[in-house]
């Protein structure tokens, strides 16, 4: 079975630019995760979704930051405008149903980098 | 709010070396435990979990037991390799059973 599969898996742009990452997760899978991942702060929750609608998203940091979940098997998060302090990991991560007795399956992530 | 408390890092161990990580939560009610591994440019893997107190989790040679009384689910190991040169985190379940609370993450670093 293919896993959660994220692009790109890296970005670079400059500040003030528009940046769409991509998550396909697993196939059948009911919850999406949003996770960002910097050496400051951490893993942190960004927003997550169930049977495509947003849950709780109180980790997005800013009105810049963006998620959406159009159908099943894809979903985007989106900064515009992006900033420096943007930059870190994104990691989607997708599970069968909400823990305990689910795991997450996380992609590899997306490496974002904001000149 | 819930969380979780993990040793500073890095630890860093000679092959076949004993490990421990700790891992120590404060949360509402009786969550699941987690341990994930995150190997350099890859996400994050679930490694064990135990749902109720005083069960073990083990996986790969690694295991962990749900401590009610002290709040703890520390990581260990009896013999590392280098392979094992990894992020460990560990995780709790919110009372809601939907999301995960991660803890900072403990670099581990095995030398042959």
């Known amino acids: 079975d293919a896993g959660v599969i994220q692009s790109p898996r890296h970005e670079v742009t400059e500040m003030g630019q528009e940046v769409t990452l991509r998550c396909k997760p697993i196939s059948g899978h009911d919850y999406l995760f949003w996770y960002r991942q910097t050496m400051m702060r951490g893993l942190e929750l960004l927003i997550y979704f169930n049977n495509n609608v947003p849950i709780d998203d109180s980790g997005m940091p800013e009105d810049r930051f963006s998620a959406k979940m159009p159908n099943a098997s894809f979903s985007t998060l989106k900064i515009q405008p992006s900033e420096p302090r943007d930059s870190a990991v994104y990691f989607c991560a997708s599970s069968l149903k909400g823990a305990p007795n689910q795991p997450q399956h996380f992609g590899d992530g997306t490496r974002l980098s904001i000149l | 709010g819930d969380s979780v408390t993990q040793m500073e890092g890095p630890v860093t161990l000679s092959e076949e070396a004993f490990l421990t990580i700790n891992c120590t939560y404060t949360?509402?009610?009786?969550?699941?435990l987690f341990w994930y591994v995150q190997y350099p440019g890859e996400g994050l893997q679930l490694l064990l979990k135990?749902?109720?107190?005083?069960d073990k989790g083990s996986n790969k040679g690694f295991e962990a037991t749900y401590r009610k009384e002290t709040t703890s689910f520390h990581l260990e190991k009896g013999s590392v390799q280098v392979s094992d040169s990894a992020v460990y985190f560990c995780a709790l379940s919110d009372l809601s059973f939907q999301k995960l609370v991660f803890g900072t993450g403990t670099r581990l670093l095995v030398s042959p």
């Open positions: 135990a749902t109720k107190a005083d």
């Open positions: 949360a509402t009610g009786y969550p699941s």
